[in-house]
């Protein structure tokens, strides 16, 4: 990820906040090396209604707390607009996928080359049409990749 562009999903600052047993190191480590500067992180709003919404079924001050330590961390926070929408369409047509779809297109239509995330079924169905996507909307190459098990094709 060294200098590259790199969406952070929101699964990853959720196993961070509830310390999951099996992602928790892989998924801190990967904010470590954002904090530190080693890849530019992107995020958005979309992320962080996620993370206090799924935080808030826990504890209602666990996601207060992940959602204020989401906006002190070094994240452009990208922006949904009707032409991320038209993609995100297209996008979970094709993957039957929801969220992640919107998350997909925000990366594609801001140049980011990379996505982190633990979500596997989700963006290996992305992955898999990526090439439609690509052809269609003249966007660039999508790497997924997972903290604890690599590069996802």
């Known amino acids: 990820m060294k200098e590259k562009r790199v969406?952070?999903?929101?699964n990853v600052f959720v196993y961070?906040?509830?310390?999951?047993?099996?992602?928790?190191?892989?998924?801190?480590?990967?904010?470590?090396?954002?904090?530190?500067?080693?890849?530019?992180?992107?995020?958005?709003?979309?992320?962080?209604?996620?993370?206090?919404?799924?935080?808030?079924?826990?504890?209602?001050?666990a996601a207060y707390e992940a959602a204020t330590a989401y906006l002190d961390l070094p994240l452009h926070i990208l922006h949904i607009d009707r032409e991320t929408l038209i993609l995100a369409?297209?996008?979970?047509?094709?993957?039957?996928?929801?969220?992640?779809?919107?998350?997909?297109?925000?990366?594609?239509?801001?140049?980011?080359q990379v996505v982190v995330t633990e979500d596997l079924s989700d963006w290996r169905r992305i992955a898999s049409i990526w090439d439609k996507i690509r052809k269609k909307h003249e966007v660039g190459e999508l790497t997924v990749l997972s903290p604890t098990r690599g590069t996802i094709r």
């Not at 969406?7 to 929101?10: E, N, S, V």
């Not at 919107?102 to 980011?112: D, E, F, P, Q, T």
């Open 7 to 10: 969406y952070i999903d929101t």
């Open 16 to 61: 961070v906040a509830v310390k999951h047993p099996e992602f928790y190191a892989a998924c801190r480590e990967v904010l470590e090396a954002l904090v530190n500067e080693e890849y530019a992180g992107y995020g958005s709003h979309l992320v962080l209604f996620e993370l206090f919404g799924s935080l808030s079924r826990i504890s209602v001050e």
């Open 89 to 112: 369409r297209d996008i979970a047509k094709l993957s039957h996928t929801t969220y992640d779809a919107v998350h997909a297109a925000l990366a594609a239509r801001n140049s980011v």
